[in-house]
């Protein structure tokens, strides 16, 4: 089993739909959890990140994270083409020294119709 | 914001020569970096961490002598692929932590770099 599992898609939305991308994790020592967005061809790019449990929203983004679950989503409201990308997430236990190293989902591909 | 930028963007080598990349932080410290490697359609898989002035830890199966990494400065690592084969063909993406980076240790990643061995 992944330490991270990420539905890979694709998945296709109408132009202002609401998308939900979601991630289950199985490493509880998980406390950071980030989404990032990738174009194609383009490193990462990072969108949010939150802390332990709970939500947070950033303009047309919402993250959420329910520990107790192991589960982490993240909300695109009124979505657009230009939103058309891969979306990763990613996660990392507390601050070691070593380097913190991240653990990523394979990738969610969106696509946004007109 | 926080800028990683790689160079070459592309690069196409004969197998069996050696080739360079370089990941720079542009504007900020980079204490830690980090070099993935990405196959179409897959998520990035870490192949080492380097903290800077100290040897890079790398992840489990990777050949430490065939990916050379130096993180020299605070603004600058290199990763050298020697003796390129066709099968080290990929997507090679570096990311950056700052000294100042918060909770989260954000990594902030370069554009990528598209290796092509012939």
């Known amino acids: 089993q992944k330490e991270v599992e990420q539905d890979p898609g694709p998945l296709s939305v109408p132009e202002g739909a609401i998308v939900s991308l979601n991630c289950t994790y199985s490493?509880?020592?998980?406390?950071?959890f980030m989404w990032y967005r990738q174009y194609s061809r383009k490193g990462p790019e990072l969108l949010m990140y939150?802390?332990?449990?709970g939500n947070k929203e950033d303009g047309r983004f919402t993250a959420q994270v329910d520990k107790s679950s192991k589960y982490i989503s993240l909300f695109i409201r009124d979505s657009q083409p230009s939103d058309s990308a891969t979306y990763l997430c990613a996660m990392r236990g507390r601050d070691t020294g070593g380097g913190n190293k991240l653990t990523f989902g394979t990738g969610t591909q969106l696509k946004v119709e007109l | 914001g926080a800028v990683v930028s790689q160079h070459p963007s592309r690069v196409i080598c004969k197998s069996g020569t050696s080739v360079k990349i370089e990941c720079r932080s542009l504007d900020f410290q980079a204490t830690t970096m980090f070099w993935y490697r990405q196959f179409p359609k897959q998520s990035l898989m870490l192949m080492a961490t380097s903290n800077e002035g100290s040897k890079a830890t790398y992840e489990q199966g990777v050949e430490k002598d065939k990916f050379l990494i130096n993180h020299a400065s605070l603004t600058l690592s290199t990763l050298t692929v020697t003796s390129a084969h066709p099968e080290d063909s990929s997507f090679y993406i570096c990311?950056?932590?700052?000294?100042?980076?918060?909770?989260?240790?954000?990594?902030?990643f370069g554009p990528g770099t598209r290796l092509t061995v012939t």
């Open positions: 490493n509880s020592a998980f406390q950071y």
């Open positions: 990311s950056a932590r700052s000294r100042t980076s918060g909770g989260a240790g954000e990594q902030y």
């Open positions: 939150t802390y332990s449990s």
